[in-house]
């Protein structure tokens, strides 16, 4: 069984920096993208960052500038560090990998079961 498993979500200040960690566990043989998605209340969810094997990154409108996406293949774990927060960053977010358990095998794509960020005063 393949898990990814998130860890750095909170509470911060207008303004403020956190940073999210996502760890792909489990037997595999490879994973090509991940990427991170928030889902707000009363909202759908979106594309916030992705990170490709290569380490090319790809970010929302509402991100660029603020967030950077990085990635560990070593650790099979990806990053999100999220500076200048607005209260609009405010959602559940959730990290997702394109994982293959053995060689041949599909390609699936695996979530993580979200971490809480909340930006208030």
């Known amino acids: 069984q393949v898990q990814l498993a998130e860890s750095g979500g909170g509470l911060v200040q207008p303004g403020g920096s956190l940073r999210l960690s996502c760890a792909a566990a489990?037997?595999?043989?490879?994973?090509?993208?991940m990427g991170w998605y928030r889902q707000a209340p009363g909202k759908e969810r979106e594309l916030v960052a992705t990170?490709?094997?290569?380490?090319?990154?790809n970010y929302a409108d509402s991100v660029k500038g603020r967030f950077t996406a990085s990635r560990d293949n070593a650790k099979n774990t990806v990053y999100l560090q999220m500076n200048s927060l607005k209260p609009e960053d405010t959602a559940v977010y959730y990290c997702?990998?394109?994982?293959?358990?053995?060689?041949?095998?599909?390609?699936?794509?695996?979530w993580g079961q979200g971490t809480q960020v909340s930006v208030s005063s």
């Open positions: 997702t990998a394109d994982i293959r358990r053995y060689p041949g095998s599909s390609w699936l794509n695996y």
């Open positions: 990170v490709s094997v290569g380490g090319r990154t």
């Open positions: 489990g037997r595999m043989n490879g994973i090509v993208a």
